[in-house]
């Protein structure tokens, strides 16, 4: 693994999806250049700019600011913070503010905001007059390295996550690393979860890199911009092996079965977000994989070891609420896990580790085996 680069220029990552190629931009401070470059993609394109309340009180007026100094008109839709923007219920409203907004097929969307925001602005525009282009604007860590890129957009179901939804690539990624001081920690730590994730399963330099530098990644040191640019050609990568995950992009799911029955179950709420979903559901993919031989025990323990330094979850007791009846009950996050994305015909598939940077995708999983592995891992057995 490389040294991070001293520089503070932008740095830029190609999604090849041929005709529908599109840039991340990574850099501190690059929202300043977002107008001009949906000029430079859309001349004439007026805007319509979706965020969360939170993030409009720190970025909105610096980013219709930005739309404003190239002539771009801009108009607003704000929602609440949080996945409960991600239903039917947000879909509706921002459907809807998008029409009364005149957001034609020519203009564009912009999502300005983290996970949520990027999943439903996209599915929106997605839907929209049967297709209306966006630029993502991540302000989260979890965004700018993993949701704003690969086309992913979607809402929540009651009976699981994501569960409704299209793939729409964004034309433009703008991730302005300075946006990241103002997250809090806990976020922060969540988008890291992702970050980790790259190397797990498919980068072992790159793990060793961050139990290096971690810290650094967390005080805003120039280790941050490596570490988004090395995720985003990682994902960029896969993406455009497999767009619509049809083989190895299911590989970005690790982590994601065992942490979507989490979240189904916390209710999708501030008890347990994505990225500390993802963290203990790597480390049950570790521990799984190492209950069948797959990876040596020192290997997942050292998965699980790195994410508690950073601060995140590692074990399901740490989740607030544990004891809350669903959350212990392995027969419940058995039938969650039943709607994830990946089951065919009824049967898990599961990314599990062979090594810490080589995950391999698991089909047709024993259902008793996983069951009797949560149960254990409920009771606070090893």
Known sequence: MTAPLKTSDAITVDVALGDRAYDIIIGRDVLGSLGER???????????????????????????????????????IIVEEGEGSKGYAGL???????????????????????????????FAAAILRRGVDFVQVPTTLLAQVDSSVGGKTGINSPQGKNLIGAFHQPVLVVADTAVLDTLPLRQFRAGYAEVAKYGVLGDAAFFGWLEANHADIVKGGPAREHAIATSCRAKAAIVARDERETGDRALLNLGHTFGHALEATT???????????????????????????????????????????VGLPTHLQDIAGFAQEGLADADALMALMAQDKKVRRGKLTFILLEAIGRAVIARDVDAALVRDFLGARLAGDK
């Open 38 to 76: 949906i000029a430079a993609l859309r001349p004439g394109a007026r805007t319509a700019i979706i965020t969360d309340r939170n993030v409009a009180r720190h970025w909105l007026e610096r980013t219709e600011a930005a739309l404003a100094r190239a002539g771009i008109a801009s108009s607003r």
């Open 92 to 122: 509706e409203k921002v459907s809807e503010a998008l029409i009364a907004a005149k957001i034609e097929r020519n203009d564009l969307v912009v999502a300005l905001g983290g996970g949520v925001v990027g999943d439903l602005a996209g």
């Open 267 to 309: 209710g999708f709420s501030d008890r347990l977000f994505h990225g500390e979903g993802v963290a203990i559901g790597m480390v049950l993919a570790a521990e799984f994989s190492a209950s069948l031989g797959m990876i040596a025990p020192s290997d997942a323990a050292r998965i699980e070891r790195h994410l508690a330094e």
